[in-house]
């Protein structure tokens, strides 16, 4: 059979989308279909979406039935000038960036030899200072396009700018629905090496294994502190396993620090997560810069005249 296949990429210009087509979508995409169920062909403007391939191409490719593998995008006149716009202004924000980090970061070192006990998590639950919040089984076909969003292992691990499919899960048909986190739980996960911990400052969310949370309770210590405390290099000798990293929160150290420690703690971690977090941002510009770089070096397909 000659006649060609007509292959159709429903997720693109929607990256993310679960469950279903992204609704803006739904009528292009039956645009395209009947366009070609009418005339065989396809416009230039179909082609960002669809494509058709010969039977004996397919073949060739290893029957490769992946609709973005045949797809072309190139960039239309328009495309070219929104990413050379975003090109500069990305590079703009780049400046701002290393420029803040030029600037010299005060933070006083401890001084003198600190004397704080170091107690297990277990410890200060029996003192009413902390609970644990428990993460739930998450399996993949769980997440849908909408209803309580779930925090994973992929989620804590993330790099700033980093694309990461979003899950939400419903749970208003579970017999016990899952705790959910409150604004200031510090998520902890072990999963891909080191110990991870996580503030969330937003809270609402469903924690899913082998993510736990520890809930701070009557002021005790900032969360930030207690992050940085919790995957400390003094707890991760509590993680096991090899392929599969396991931790209990209970046995976790944290120490009881004074008061105006904690504070001056406090504020130096600030500084130092704000130019990571800096750093991070100028990492993920660079990345989008290489992607634009590349993507400027493809050929301007001429835009079909919508008006005749």
Excluded at 28 to 52: K, M, T
Excluded at 88 to 107: F, H, N, P, V, Y
Excluded at 152 to 159: E, F, L, V
Aim: proline residues 6%.
């Amino acid at each position: 059979d000659r006649d060609p296949v007509l292959l159709i990429d429903a997720t693109a210009g929607a990256p993310g989308n679960r469950g279903g087509l992204a609704e803006h979508l739904v009528p292009r995409i039956a645009s395209v279909l009947q366009g070609w169920r009418a005339g065989g062909e396809l416009s230039d403007r179909d082609r960002e979406l669809a494509a058709l391939v010969p039977i004996s191409d397919l073949m060739q490719g290893g029957a490769n039935m992946v609709p973005a593998r045949w797809i072309h995008r190139e960039l239309t006149e328009a495309q070219r000038v929104a990413q050379e716009d975003d090109f500069e202004q990305t590079m703009a924000g780049m400046d701002e960036i290393r420029r803040a980090l030029g600037s010299k970061l005060e933070i006083a070192r401890p001084r003198g030899q600190s004397s704080a006990e170091w107690v297990p998590v277990e410890r200060l639950i029996e003192q009413g200072l902390v609970e644990i919040v428990k993460g739930m089984r998450v399996k993949a076909e769980d997440c849908l396009p909408c209803g309580v969003p779930v925090l994973r292992t992929r989620d804590i691990a993330a790099r700033s700018g980093d694309r990461v499919e979003p899950c939400r899960i419903s749970v208003d048909a579970m017999q016990s629905p899952p705790a959910l986190t409150k604004s200031g739980d510090i998520v902890l996960s072990p999963a891909s090496g080191p110990l991870r911990a996580f503030v969330d400052r937003d809270g609402g969310h469903v924690l899913a294994r082998p993510l736990q949370a520890l809930r701070l309770r009557d002021g005790f210590m900032d969360p930030g502190v207690v992050a940085a405390f919790l995957e400390s290099p003094r707890n991760r000798r509590f993680v096991t396993g090899a392929a599969y990293a396991r931790v209990s929160l209970r046995d976790l150290e944290l120490p009881l620090l004074a008061p105006e420690d904690a504070e001056a703690l406090r504020l130096a971690l600030e500084g130092l997560n704000g130019q990571e977090r800096q750093a991070e941002d100028l990492a993920s510009s660079a990345r989008r810069l290489r992607d634009a770089l590349v993507s400027l070096a493809s050929p301007v397909v001429e835009e079909e005249n919508k008006d005749g």
